[in-house]
Every structure is written in C-alpha cells, then in structure tokens.
C-alpha cells in the first residue's frame, strides 16, 4: 500500500491549490486523514485532519482558506488552498491513523501511515 500526494507547484500570493492523496493497493478503509507541512528549518505540523464522519479540524493559520474532503473512493484525501501565502511554502504530506488492506486473503491493520510529499511554492 502506498499514499501518493500530488499537486503541488509554484503559485503566487493569493492563488490556489488542490492537492489529493490517493492510497493504491486492497483498501478497505482508511481512518484519520490529515494534511501535515513541513517548511525548511521548521518542525512538521498538522494543518487539517477529517474524520470518518467528515468532522474536520484545521490549524489557526489555514482556517478560512483551506478545506480538507474526503472522495466518494474511499481510498482519497484532498486539501483546497485558497489565497495562499508565502508562508505556507512548505513540503505537504497526507497521513493516515490507520489503513486496513488486503494482502492476498489476509487483513492487515496499519497505524500511522505517512505518503511522500508533494512541494507546494508560494511566491510574493
């Protein structure tokens, strides 16, 4: 199983971005979604996480600009940027509490599941 972010670009000040995370392989279910950043020089942080009962939380410093959504596949996870800015340059990444997937005939739990990033660039 592998989560692929994709997406990300060079936009300027005041654009827009859509990033989507799609898990590949036997999904049966994937509980806990978020988006986390992480810039140059910076710790990771949580920028938005959805439940499976579309309960959304964001960071203060996207609330109004960014919405996270699940697809109708139950295997995707996207993020809306709107009116970027320069400090949200960042490299994304999607993350999972838990995928459950089929490997052959057996069930397998994964917690904690992280994808490669996709870079997102905002210029002033």
């Known amino acids: 199983v592998q989560l692929q972010a994709s997406g990300g670009g060079l936009v300027q000040a005041g654009g827009s971005l859509r990033l989507s995370c799609a898990a590949s392989?036997?999904?049966?279910?994937?509980?806990?979604l978020s988006w986390h950043r992480q810039a140059p020089g910076k710790q990771r942080e949580l920028v938005a996480s959805?439940?499976?009962?579309?309960?959304?939380n964001y960071a203060d410093s996207v609330k109004g600009r960014f919405t996270i959504s699940r697809g109708n596949a139950k295997n995707t996870v996207y993020l809306q940027m709107n009116s970027l800015k320069p400090e949200d340059t960042a490299v994304y990444y999607c993350a999972a509490d838990l995928i459950n997937y089929y490997i052959n005939h057996d069930l397998i739990a994964q917690k904690d599941y992280w994808g490669q990033g996709t870079q997102v660039t905002v210029s002033s």
């Open positions: 959805i439940t499976n009962d579309d309960s959304t």
């Open positions: 392989g036997r999904i049966v279910s994937m509980n806990g």
